[in-house]
T-cell receptor, first 114, second 113 residues
């Protein structure tokens, strides 16, 4: 069955430190992968996506993610975290076969210390 | 602003009330989704519509009744809800096929009292 796993429920980093959020997926076909961010009380905003081509993708707000097929991973990174990055981050895989369906991981809540 | 609009943003209803959530998009998308987001739980896909036809119902209780009159509008009719149905209900839209991301509304925060 298709699934997305985000092993870290909560992560706390200091402002200015680097960040890596982990995401592993289970899907038999070519995955289309996404990272979304959700601020409190808001909907989900797309940070970046991977469809094909270069396995290192750049997104908004200085985020990037690397697709590693051998590890079934799509980890999100940022070299220097800002206090405004505190939010919940969701990894998702697009299931396409007849029609599209987006499956989400459980999310990782990021706290940023000043 | 994602192009997906949900109303109302907040809703408090009693267990015997009937209410509806509305979602609207003018992005030219043909697929629309309802997700439920509860505290400490993953996003749960509830319903999927493609070209106004329901293509997925993830074992959602019948007290939730979706309606998709056209590709731009999606409703979630609520009746006889339980307190555990309190959650953030998110609507999303996308192209029905092919490489595409989903665009989300800001959600309706529902509280059942």
């Amino acid at each position: 069955a298709q699934s997305v796993t985000q092993p870290d429920i909560h992560i706390t980093v200091s402002e200015g430190a680097s960040l890596e959020l982990r995401c592993n997926y289970s899907y038999g076909a070519t995955p289309y992968l996404f990272w979304y961010v959700q601020s409190p009380g808001q909907g989900l905003q797309l940070l970046l996506k991977y469809f094909s081509g270069d396995t290192l993708v750049q997104g908004i707000k200085g985020f990037e993610a690397e697709f590693k097929r051998s590890q079934s991973s799509f980890n999100l990174r940022k070299p220097s975290v800002h206090w405004s990055d505190a939010a919940e981050y969701f990894c998702a895989v697009l299931i396409s076969g007849g029609y599209n369906k987006l499956i989400f991981g459980a999310g990782t809540r990021l706290a940023v210390h000043p | 602003e994602t192009g997906v609009t949900q109303t109302p943003r907040h809703l408090v209803m009693g267990m015997t009330n009937k209410k509806s959530l509305k979602c609207e998009q003018h992005l030219g998308h043909n697929a629309m989704y309802w997700y439920k987001q509860s505290a400490k739980k993953p996003l749960e896909l509830m319903f999927v519509y493609n070209f106004k036809e329901q293509t997925e119902n993830n074992s959602v209780p019948s007290r939730f009744s979706p309606e998709c009159p056209n590709s731009s509008h999606l409703f979630l009719h609520l009746h006889t809800l339980q307190p555990e149905d309190s959650a953030l209900y998110l609507c999303a839209s996308s192209r029905d096929r092919g490489n595409t991301e989903a665009f989300f509304g800001q959600g309706t925060r529902l509280t059942v009292v």
